[in-house]
């Protein structure tokens, strides 16, 4: 089965920072990667698909790039509402897992 | 509006058996996989069971083999989550979720979830 790991777990940052976020797939995804936002007490939000797509309705200040094995979410101007936790899910294959997810807090 | 809308949640003991629902509206359900996640309280994302369209293919987490059961009735745009054998680790709330173009692929539809409580 193939394993998602996320760094760093936790990230200290300041409105108008640019933020990046990896996953690194333990073999090859290929582009199957999809990045989410979770606020607390609510069902994730989907932010880019494919590993560069972004899903409509979502701010262009969010990007993400990668293939293969190793992948990057950036916020390219932090804003208040960007506090949040994000996490990366393959769907390459089954079991479709996701990784352990980046907190992003107020610096 | 496309919705999901979770329900049958609720609070029972190591060894029980609960049934979740996901009663989908707003798009053409037997289109798309389906899948369940959970989160565990103070803790990340765990993709749970899948299955596609037609309902003719399932998948399962190995945490949950053998003991849950995924099904869907594309007649009544509900799909279900059979939870037998429940111990304190299932403890979570539970989102069901849609696939955005078909077959696994990213959840772009999800669910505000229901609570499974198991405990003495």
């Known amino acids: 089965d193939i394993q998602m790991t996320q760094s760093p777990s936790t990230l200290s940052a300041s409105v108008g920072d640019r933020v990046t976020i990896t996953c690194r797939a333990s073999?090859?995804?290929?582009?199957?990667l999809a990045w989410y936002q979770q606020k607390p007490g609510k069902a994730p939000n989907l932010l880019i698909y494919?590993?560069?797509n972004l899903e409509s309705g979502v701010p262009s200040r969010f990007s993400g790039s990668g293939s293969g094995t190793e992948f990057t979410l950036t916020i390219s101007s932090l804003q208040p509402d960007d506090f949040a936790t994000y996490y990366c899910?393959?769907?390459?294959?089954?079991?479709?897992?996701f990784g352990g997810g980046t907190k992003v807090e107020i610096k | 509006e496309v919705q999901l809308v979770e329900s049958g949640g609720g609070l029972l003991q190591p060894g029980g058996s609960l049934r979740l629902s996901c009663a989908a509206s707003?798009?053409?359900?037997?289109?798309?996989?389906m899948s369940w996640v959970r989160q565990a309280p103070g803790k990340g994302l765990e993709w749970v069971s899948a299955?596609?369209?037609?309902?003719?293919?399932?998948y399962y987490a190995d945490s949950v083999n053998g003991r849950f059961t995924i099904s869907r009735d594309n007649s009544k745009s509900t799909m279900y989550l059979q939870m037998n054998s429940l111990r304190a680790e299932d403890t979570a709330v539970y989102y069901c979720?849609?696939?955005?173009?078909?077959?696994?692929?990213?959840?772009?539809?999800w669910g505000q979830g229901t609570m499974v409580t198991v405990s003495s």
């Open positions: 073999q090859s995804i290929s582009s199957w």
């Open positions: 707003g798009f053409t359900f037997r289109n798309y996989a």
């Open positions: 299955i596609t369209g037609s309902g003719g293919s399932t």
């Open positions: 979720a849609k696939e955005k173009r078909g077959v696994r692929d990213a959840f772009d539809i």
């Open positions: 899910q393959q769907y390459n294959s089954y079991p479709l897992p």
């Open positions: 494919e590993a560069s």
